[in-house]
């Protein structure tokens, strides 16, 4: 499963970006997905995730009410829109893609076996 992530860019803090992921492959039905991001000199940080089903978002508190997380399962596309961008949302943003998440654990990086390339999100104050 290749996932391919785009749609980052630069923007103005209180800007609103989306950013999108497609697998190579109708995948999602069967994936939970999730947004990660990292910035430089600190940890991949989860972002927001939806289980397999698609329903019951979950977000981090540092992007709760600003991000959120949709799938298009006919586009075979996960997207995340984020509005009012704050500088340190500054990051490269990844999507996973993972069939055994356990809903517990899906902040966990590693419930993800599938990763995308990465597309970089900056936002100047």
């Known amino acids: 499963v290749q996932l391919q992530a785009s749609g980052g860019g630069l923007v103005q803090a209180g800007g609103s970006l989306r950013l999108s992921c497609s697998a190579s492959?109708?995948?999602?039905?069967?994936?939970?997905v999730a947004w990660f991001r990292e910035a430089p000199g600190k940890a991949r940080e989860f972002v927001a995730a939806?289980?397999?089903?698609?329903?019951?978002?979950s977000y981090s508190d540092s992007v709760k009410g600003r991000f959120t997380i949709s799938i298009n399962n006919i586009k075979n596309t996960v997207y995340l829109q984020m509005n009012s961008l704050k500088p340190e949302d500054s990051a490269v943003y990844y999507c996973?893609?993972?069939?055994?998440?356990?809903?517990?654990?899906?902040?966990?990086?590693?419930?993800?076996?599938?990763w995308g390339q990465g597309t970089q999100v900056t936002v100047s104050s």
């Open positions: 996973a893609a993972g069939r055994t998440v356990i809903w517990s654990a899906i902040a966990d990086s590693n419930m993800y076996a599938h």
């Open positions: 492959e109708r995948t999602f039905r069967n994936y939970a």
């Open positions: 939806l289980s397999r089903s698609g329903s019951s978002p």
